[in-house]
């Protein structure tokens, strides 16, 4: 079954490797000297719909020891797609399967106990005594 989705709840493993190579990417970048917001701000973004994503990004003056420092830091939240996708949940369990965030559990996905006790017991995976009521 597949949904069409423009939510950024939903992501595949490769998906997130994308997301963080990006940001690999752009650490670098600032690191390596100083930006015109404005522009590392829309090389930010570009970036990003170049995988797919929209991104909100804020800044923020930071300081050393209560010292003012120059510059500022971008904070990014990706915050959904550039376009709908259909979601498919089969493909995310085989990018699990297949360890594409290389995690080292190729060929599993792990379960805590808890859940499995409660799936086995007819609670759909979770207690019903998590806080909230279903009445």
């Given amino acids: 079954m597949t949904t069409a989705t423009d939510s950024i709840a939903d992501l595949y493993d ?3 490797e994308e997301i963080l190579a990006v940001q690999l990417v ?3 970048r600032a690191a390596d000297k100083r930006h015109n917001y404005r522009d590392f701000e829309r090389e930010i973004r570009g970036r990003f719909a170049e995988i797919g994503f929209t991104v909100d990004v804020n800044w923020y003056t930071f300081a050393v020891g209560g010292t003012p420092q120059e510059g500022a830091m971008p904070e990014i939240t990706v915050t959904g797609r550039t376009m709908k996708i259909n979601w498919d949940p089969d493909r995310q369990v085989h990018e699990a399967v297949h360890d594409v965030l290389g995690l080292g559990d190729e060929g599993w ?5 808890d859940t499995l006790k409660n ?3 007819g609670n759909g995976g979770h207690s019903h005594s998590h806080g909230h009521s279903h009445a």
């Fill in 26 to 28: 752009l650490n670098q």
């Fill in 109 to 113: 996905i792990k379960t805590d106990p």
């Fill in 119 to 121: 799936f086995k017991d």
């Fill in 14 to 16: 490769h998906e997130v």
